[in-house]
T-cell receptor, first 112, second 112 residues
């Protein structure tokens, strides 16, 4: 499969804690993207990391990429109740043209 | 609102009927994508347009499915002879580059 696979499937933490989600994939990639989905706002792009990059930051988000292990992680620091959502990694590789290949997602619950 | 819009937001139909969905991308975006998402899964790629040309189609897109983007602006996705297995959320996305994709709110299809 060309899609990413997230781990864990579900994660429950308290506000203020950090949340880490992992993504593994099997093919070579052009880039890996993380998206968030909740019922209120649909699917929203969070961050993109290219195959020649190892780490990127955006606000409270930190993404790492290890192409030798074919894995990525998304860290959300100082989580808030509003971070409650499903998080998906999406792979873009040269074999799939411009299609994004999504995993099944990690469901994050942040409780006050 | 200058985001991606989809119409209708919900569609209930009987098995065997035809349905058509519309997507209006962000105005300057020349790339348009259709995805399908079922409960508990990530979005699955269906097809991709660059301007009016349909450049990529997934094996998921059976011959009952057809998509068009006649003038390189809005797109339609038609499903003929709907089946219960077609019940899903149909997502449209657009982009200007091969990077971030901007998703619409989706059309939820229920086939009875």
């Amino acid at each position: 499969s060309q899609q990413g696979e997230e781990d864990p499937q579900a994660l429950s933490i308290q506000e203020g804690e950090n949340a880490t989600m992992n993504c593994s994939y099997k093919t070579s990639i052009n880039n890996l993207q993380w998206y968030r989905q909740n019922s209120g706002r649909g699917l929203v792009h969070l961050i993109l990391i290219r195959s020649n990059e190892r780490e990127k930051h955006s606000g409270r988000l930190r993404v790492t990429l290890d192409t030798s292990k074919k894995s990525s992680s998304l860290l959300i620091t100082a989580s808030r109740a509003a971070d409650t959502a499903s998080y998906f990694c999406a792979i873009m590789n040269s074999n799939s043209g411009y299609a994004l290949n999504f995993g099944k997602g990690t469901s994050l619950l942040v409780t006050p | 609102d200058t985001g991606v819009s989809q119409d209708p937001r919900h569609k209930i139909t009987k098995r065997g009927q035809n349905v058509t969905f519309r997507c209006d991308p962000i105005s300057e975006h020349n790339r348009l994508y259709w995805y399908r998402q079922t409960l508990g899964q990530g979005p699955e790629f269906l097809t991709y347009f660059q301007n009016e040309a349909q450049l990529e189609k997934s094996r998921l897109l059976s011959d009952r499915f057809s998509a068009e983007r006649p003038k390189g602006s809005f797109s339609t996705l038609e499903i003929q002879r709907t089946e219960q297995g077609d019940s899903a959320m149909y997502l449209c996305a657009s982009s200007l580059t091969s990077d971030e994709q901007f998703f619409g709110p989706g059309t939820r299809l229920t086939v009875l």
